[in-house]
């Protein structure tokens, strides 16, 4: 049974929460990254960059649609497993510390950024 998405959170812009890993004025940045596990992602991206050149060659040779939709499908779970990655490591530091921050507004808009990105993902 499929999820049921509130209207206001996947179809519209959802304002973000304060990420509690930011550095004054400065755009957002996680400051709170495990170093491992940056350097995992980085491998990661790289290694799905190059499938994703390869794609282009699939598709510039005219390989068989069936074989390019099954690396196309391949490429999609590599990038699901970085946002995993990535989701994980938002929860320990950035969001973990602002529902722990004991500021309603805060944990408020943490919890709303956390399920608009959820729904905005799950398909």
Known sequence: MP??????????HVASAECACAIGSEARKAV?????LKIANLKRLRRIEGQVRGLQKMVEEDRYCADVVTQVASVQEALRGVARNLMRNHLRHCAAKALRSGKKAESEAMFDELLGTIYAHLR
Do not use: C, E, F, M
Request: hydrophobic share 35%.
């Open 3 to 12: 999820l049921k998405v509130p209207a206001n959170s996947a179809s519209q």
């Open 32 to 36: 709170g990254v495990d170093p491992q």
